[in-house]
């Protein structure tokens, strides 16, 4: 079964620094792909960047980056220079393939306040 | 239309009467998917769709809960005989395809009060 853990409920860090949310994973499936969305408090899901299985490079999006490492079945999420803005929830999903086997699981998020 | 589009934005109801949420996908995305976000929780997964029909209800809480899609487009769930706590925010998403490599765009999603 699938299933994502975000072990940090809340984070507070300081602007200008670099910031890392954790999330590991559990599947049995070879073929799967790992998410980040952002939620402002206004709500919306934005999407901020993708890692699939049998990517070989980290995702990079701008100050977002996917730290994958496979083996320990983690995906961390790191904002360079973070500023106000990035003051959110911030979830972790995945999806298995094949497409007979499509939903997104999402951990639980991590809230991230951002110090002026 | 530009994006996932989900109505009412708003909506109170008296327990047990029964409720409708329609969800507008982009169009051309083949899947589509309903889930649950209490305050302050993650989301938690409904159902999803791939056309028209509906690999996966595995997340419908209970019978008063059921969705249909037709077209291949509009999405609608349905609440029978609400309780209290199905009060959240029902989030709408689609996808132009399935398989792993492919993110789901969200609407803004329907908040439901039941008193």
């Known amino acids: 079964a699938q299933k994502i853990t975000q072990t940090q409920p809340g984070m507070f860090v300081q602007e200008k620094e670099a910031v890392t949310l954790d999330c590991t994973y559990d599947?049995?499936?070879?073929?799967?792909?790992l998410f980040w969305y952002k939620q402002p408090s206004s709500g919306e899901m934005i999407f901020l960047i993708y890692q699939g299985s049998y990517d070989q490079q980290n995702a990079t999006e701008g100050r977002y980056s996917l730290n994958f490492q496979k083996a320990r079945k983690s995906a961390n999420l790191v904002i360079s220079a973070s500023q106000l803005g990035d003051s959110a929830m911030y979830f972790c999903?995945?999806?298995?393939?094949?497409?007979?086997?499509?939903?997104?699981?999402f951990g639980s998020g991590t809230r991230l306040s951002i110090r002026p | 239309g530009a994006g996932v589009s989900q109505s009412p934005s708003n909506k109170v109801t008296e327990k047990g009467k029964d409720v409708e949420l329609r969800c507008d996908p982009i169009?051309?995305?083949?899947?589509l998917y309903w889930y649950r976000q209490s305050l302050g929780q993650g989301l938690e997964f409904l159902i999803y769709f791939q056309g028209n029909s509906a690999p996966d209800k595995s997340g419908l809480p209970s019978d008063r809960f059921s969705a249909e899609r037709t077209g291949g487009s509009v999405s609608t769930l349905t609440i029978q005989r609400t309780q209290q706590e199905d009060s959240a925010v029902y989030l709408c998403a689609s996808s132009p395809r399935t398989g792993p490599n492919t993110e789901a765009f969200f609407g803004q999603g329907t908040r439901l009060t039941v008193v």
């Open positions: 999903a995945m999806r298995e393939g094949p497409p007979s086997a499509s939903k997104i699981i």
């Open positions: 169009s051309g995305h083949t899947a």
């Open positions: 599947t049995s499936d070879p073929s799967y792909g």
